[in-house]
């Protein structure tokens, strides 16, 4: 009984002190395990790498049909040398002709690694579109690129040309938004937040890509209708919340799904409603297409968010670089959570001098230079860039 009697002061306040702090760690692990957010995804995108020449450009039209307004004698030359020259340069790859949906001739060339990319015909240009690409791939991928794509298709006489072509470029609904509805939901209002960046910025084409700006002004109050709808089905989803969170990443990501399939479907049918060009498809042709992330026959891994108000990057280190600052972007967006207000504004009306200005703060917020984007600018952005004490280095 003593020696009990003398324990017990010792044993006590020893069981209780490091009981309470293995209940706090536990019920602190718990807390954070539920409401943090999940690992961020590596953002996956697609690439559509255009280059023309003026030979090609004037070359007749073998089919004069409307499922093909791309063939022409120079092209099929064109793809064939150059599907030639990359056989023979890389012994390793499999280079096979195939026939697309129209039955145009194209070559698929796969690399080693598995990585493939296609060379295409589309109309004036050949067209490299390829399997998704991620940010890590960037020391593998970008020497393939650059080389096989841009070097090999100079050496034809073939070049990235602002004017004529496009850069498209695909984000994967799985692999660069995770499913996510408010993520993406954050992205479409901040790329709306911008009409700059493709009305101005990279790229002038209100024919192929109107941005939100360029629709009607019922179709931007039709957008900001859809988006208070959209909130609302967010909050009563509980978007965000520890029980959003405590979904099985299944059951998280199907649900996700079918909110951005609501919201793409919604600015489908009530601000697409026209273009600015009759002969081209309304769903297709604008800045932000949604195209293949409605379309129902496609597998949710296969769903892309298309940015079309690009023009042709000159180099893959600047096709990298724009990888990088949607990548960035998204990283921001995912950070900052909430709901991004819609403030919509005429770009049209400001000064070159202010779309710099607002160029240089959109990449000052995902702490990215202005300098490294000389080469994918419009030139009349470009000059004040260089008048930009903090751009100076563009000369």
């Not at 791309?70 to 990359?86: D, P």
Request: with cysteine; charged share 25%; glycine share 6%.
């Amino acid at each position: 009984m003593g020696l009990l009697n003398k324990s017990v002061p010792f044993f006590v306040p020893l069981f209780t002190k490091w009981t309470g702090l293995c209940l706090a760690f536990a019920l602190l692990f718990s807390f954070y395990s539920f409401a943090q957010l999940p690992p961020t995804p590596e953002a996956g995108f697609g690439m559509e790498v255009t280059v023309t020449s003026r030979v090609l450009r004037n070359s007749p039209l073998l089919r004069k049909t409307k499922d093909d307004d791309t063939t022409t004698a120079k092209g099929l030359e064109l793809i064939e040398k150059l599907a030639q020259k990359i056989q023979k340069a890389c012994r390793r790859c499999i280079v096979e002709s195939r026939l697309d949906k129209w039955e145009i001739p194209s070559y698929v060339v796969t690399f080693p690694s598995g990585w493939w990319f296609a060379i295409t015909l589309d109309p004036d240009v050949l067209e490299f579109v390829a399997a998704p690409i991620h940010s890590s791939d960037k020391k593998q991928l970008l020497p393939l690129i650059q080389k096989y794509i841009y070097d090999f298709s100079a050496q034809l006489g073939l070049h990235p040309e602002r004017v004529h072509g496009g850069g498209h470029i695909h984000l994967g609904i799985e692999s660069a938004f995770d499913f996510d509805p408010l993520l993406f939901r954050n992205f479409i209002v901040d790329q709306f937040n911008h009409p700059e960046l493709s009305g101005k910025i990279f790229a002038i084409d209100p024919d192929s890509a109107p941005t939100i700006m360029e629709r009607k002004g019922s179709e931007r109050k039709a957008f900001q209708g859809i988006l208070a709808k959209f909130d609302q089905k967010l909050i009563e989803a509980g978007i965000h919340t520890v029980d959003w969170w405590r979904l099985s990443r299944k059951a998280r990501h199907q649900r996700g799904l079918d909110l951005i399939l609501w919201f793409a479907d919604q600015i489908e049918k009530e601000v697409y409603t026209s273009t600015t060009n009759k002969g081209w498809e309304k769903d297709k042709s604008q800045a932000w297409s949604f195209v293949r992330v409605t379309n129902r026959e496609l597998k949710p891994e296969q769903l892309t968010l298309e940015s079309r108000g690009l023009s042709p990057q000159p180099s893959a280190k600047d096709l990298f670089l724009m990888f990088e600052m949607y990548s960035t972007r998204l990283h921001l967006l995912r950070e900052k959570g909430g709901f991004i207000p819609f403030i919509p504004y005429n770009y049209a009306e400001a000064s070159n001098k202010e779309l710099s200005m607002f160029f240089l703060e959109y990449l000052e917020e995902i702490h990215m230079k202005a300098q490294d984007f000389k080469n994918l600018v419009d030139s009349r952005v470009r000059y004040w860039l260089q008048l930009t004490k903090s751009c100076s280095i563009l000369n």
